[in-house]
């Protein structure tokens, strides 16, 4: 079938999985991002016949055109979720079909074709189902899934390209930040901007990381873990970090974030949202100023920062400098508020709370 909602997966068995042996070392201590599992998805699409060749087949290199269009103009697009051992031995995902709908709106932002939301869903679940031996069985571990689609027509006009390819692969991971959940210390850029009103803040595209990363160089040079970007317009309030959302939690109980707009709408931020209001906390998004960050930071008004995405989860900031120098919030403890929304989420996730929302997703 090709084209419409559903499509028939064609499964390739890699005929050269890695032995169990080499895989449980490699599982040992993957980090982030370093140790791939042995299969992929992958989908293609030409203008005309739509979404054909679904397939499961062995992880391997895609051979490229030089002149394939998002080797020019990176017209390309990904998101980022993952499965869980749960503690009744079965496996799950969080929210995929909110991964599922964001990777819709980007696509749309970025004039790309659009996968119908259910195919993405059948491609996390064909993955899954194959490389399930993968999936880390340890508290801190889980398997994290990576779709993309990029314009892979060849072509060197500058238009929305007319075939694009998806792709799902998968990685064993650990903590996000090789400190673990210890208080994050964070640069806030004088220099760089991350989007501007109009741009393409809120669409998980690669350039958006792209243009993050001399940032975050500065940061890693400032010994600093992460870097906060300020908004474009003014480069006063705060927008996000180069991966992740921010949270502020006050003495009163109040929780505030940043607005939507130009930064990426988290779905971990979105279930802090919810997680929190259903905690009794009264929570607002607004705009946060930098000087109002550092004011209420000195005052005592500001007892918790956090940070919040899907690799991160939820980790505790501690301390930001910035070019005048540096302040810490709380002394730079974790606070109780950002461990107690922390635990809250893991154990929804790993089937230790009930789920209330319909967030969790079983791999049958
Ligand atoms: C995620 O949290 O999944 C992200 O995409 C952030 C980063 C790893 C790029």
């Known amino acids: ?110 004039a790309m074709a659009p996968l119908p939301e259910q195919v993405f869903l059948d491609s996390l679940h064909h993955l899954i189902d194959i490389d399930r031996a993968w999936i ?23 238009r929305p390209a007319n075939e694009y390819l998806y792709v799902v692969i998968a990685s064993p991971v650990e903590s996000y930040f ?12 004088p220099t760089y901007t991350r989007a501007a009103p109009g741009g393409t803040g809120a669409a998980k595209c690669g350039g958006n990381y792209a243009s993050s990363l001399i940032a975050k160089a500065q940061a890693a040079e400032n010994d600093c873990d992460d870097v906060i970007f300020l908004d474009a317009v003014e480069r006063r309030y705060v927008d996000e970090m180069s991966g992740m959302n921010i949270f502020f939690v006050y003495d009163d109980g109040t929780l505030a974030t ?23 906390h009264q929570v607002v998004e ?13 005052s005592g008004r500001l007892r918790e920062v956090f940070a919040c995405g899907t690799a991160a989860v939820i980790t505790p900031i501690g301390t930001v400098r910035h070019p005048g120098g540096e302040f810490a919030i709380a002394g730079g403890e974790p606070g109780s508020v950002t461990m107690g929304l922390r635990q809250t989420l893991v154990d929804i996730q790993r089937g230790r709370t009930e789920d209330t929302h319909g967030w969790v997703h079983r791999i049958a």
């Open 136 to 158: 880390p069985s340890g508290e801190g571990g889980s398997l994290y899934l990576r779709p993309f689609m990029f314009g892979s027509e060849v072509f060197l006009g500058v």
């Open 258 to 280: 940043p607005t939507l707009g130009t930064i990426l709408p988290g779905i971990t931020r979105e279930s802090v949202l919810t997680l929190a209001r259903e905690a009794g």
């Open 1 to 110: 079938m090709s084209g419409g909602d559903k499509l028939d997966f064609e499964i390739r068995p890699n005929p050269q999985p890695v032995a169990a042996a080499e895989r449980a070392a490699l599982m040992a201590n993957p980090g982030f991002g370093r140790v791939f599992t042995d299969h992929m998805v992958t989908i293609r699409y030409a203008e005309g016949k739509g979404w054909y060749d679904a397939r499961v087949e062995a992880r391997g290199p895609i051979p490229m055109d030089p002149a394939t269009a998002v080797l020019h103009y990176a017209q390309e697009i990904f998101e980022g979720l993952k499965a869980y051992q749960a503690v009744d031995g079965g496996i799950t995902m969080f929210r995929p079909d909110a991964n599922a709908a964001r990777f819709a709106d980007s696509a749309q932002r970025m």
């Open 286 to 298: 607004r705009q946060v100023g930098f000087d109002e960050w550092r004011a209420d930071a000195a």
């Open 178 to 189: 090789s400190s673990g959940v210890k208080p994050l210390t964070v640069w806030a850029s």
